[in-house]
């Protein structure tokens, strides 16, 4: 398996996921979003709707209004719980992320042609100490990752389905965003769009 370091704390696993594994892992992320539908993020205080669309697997969910962001165990339109987490995703984290821990959060963004994500830090969590992992599903992804401070040099990288990137260390609080979706390179998903995974442990653990 290639794993490429691409900056500190940046590892980038081309093809982590074969396409069998991948598509297995689109079956179950349609009962996710059965039980848990996408919503449409609004951004804290102006409420302009986000062009990726959300939901969450896992004990805590991320969501956005206009109140701000946070984590919580219920989603934010029908109230219920949000579903468990596929063992296939815990299965990559304790493969990949070197955290005795196990993910609480598994952020699932949708993309389609034309929606973006800009550059911003991840830091809701508590825990720091835990790292990031993102798996890609779809359509190609072009990714930015500056460091800490905004405003600084920037990478960027082509995230295709099937890939994992781990953020950690020093990589924890970097800017990063997704510049725009490439289409057309990948036949996982018949109507096309890209679908993110972030596995995120939230809370502090006890020990
Ligand atoms: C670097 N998602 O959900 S994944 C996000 O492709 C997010 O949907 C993008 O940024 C996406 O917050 C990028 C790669 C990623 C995820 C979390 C990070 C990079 C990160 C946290 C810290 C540093
Ligand atoms: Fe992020």
Excluded at 82 to 88: E, F, L, N, S, T
Excluded at 165 to 189: N, V
């Amino acid at each position: 398996m290639t794993r490429l370091v691409v900056a500190p704390g940046v590892v980038h696993w081309p093809g982590y996921l074969p396409p069998e594994a991948q598509a297995a892992l689109v079956v179950e992320l349609r009962e996710v979003a059965r039980q848990a539908p996408f919503f449409q993020p609004r951004m804290p205080k102006t409420g302009k709707p986000f062009s990726v669309r959300m939901t969450n697997c896992g004990s805590l969910g991320w969501v956005s209004d206009e109140t701000g962001y946070r984590y919580q165990p219920l989603h934010p339109v029908t109230g219920e719980p949000w579903p468990p987490m596929p063992v296939a995703l815990t299965q990559a984290w304790r493969d990949l992320a070197g955290y005795a821990h196990l993910p609480e959060a598994c952020l699932v963004n949708f993309y389609e042609a034309g929606a973006k994500m800009g550059l911003h830090q991840d830091r809701d969590e508590q825990e720091f100490d835990a790292p990031v992992l993102s798996l890609s599903l779809g359509d190609t992804a072009v990714f930015r990752i500056g460091g800490t401070q905004r405003g600084g040099k920037t990478v960027s990288l082509k995230l295709a389905s099937g890939d994992a990137l781990l953020f950690g260390g020093e990589a924890r609080l970097a800017y990063h965003g997704i510049d725009r979706i490439i289409a057309g390179l990948s036949s996982l998903l018949p109507q096309g769009g890209r679908i993110n995974l972030t596995l995120r442990r939230v809370t502090k653990p006890r020990a």
